[in-house]
């Protein structure tokens, strides 16, 4: 059985035992997560939100809070001797899908 949630602007498909980074989610390590925002249940027979699907959600276990690899962000105009050069490293939140119940 799989599910679609939504989380941090974004859609995630999850199954049993996945894990996953999804933007940070407030937490430590070792915390249990709840998403109630459940898209889809699929399997046997699936299920569709109108938008969500009532009842439904899928629990999980944060095992890290970090940050991605840096992205070097780099503006240039040619001939106006503007150069603007940053650095940027996302934060998320890994997690592990526990279960995943209809309701």
């Not at 949630?5 to 430590?28: F, H, N, P």
């Not at 050069?85 to 998320?92: I, L, T």
Request: hydrophobic share 35%; no cysteine; net charge positive.
């Amino acid at each position: 059985m799989y599910a679609v949630i939504k989380t941090g602007g974004k859609q995630y498909r999850v199954a049993e035992g996945e894990s996953l980074r999804v933007e940070k989610v407030k937490g430590e390590p070792g915390d249990k997560v709840v998403f109630d925002h459940v898209l889809m249940l699929g399997g046997d027979e699936p299920t569709v939100g109108k938008p969500i699907v009532t009842g439904a959600k899928v629990e999980a276990k944060i095992v890290a809070q970090d940050r991605a690899k840096k992205i070097i962000v780099f503006k240039f105009r040619r001939r106006k001797n503007y150069r603007r050069k940053q650095g940027h490293r996302q934060p998320y939140t890994e997690l592990q899908i526990t279960s995943i119940s209809a309701g």
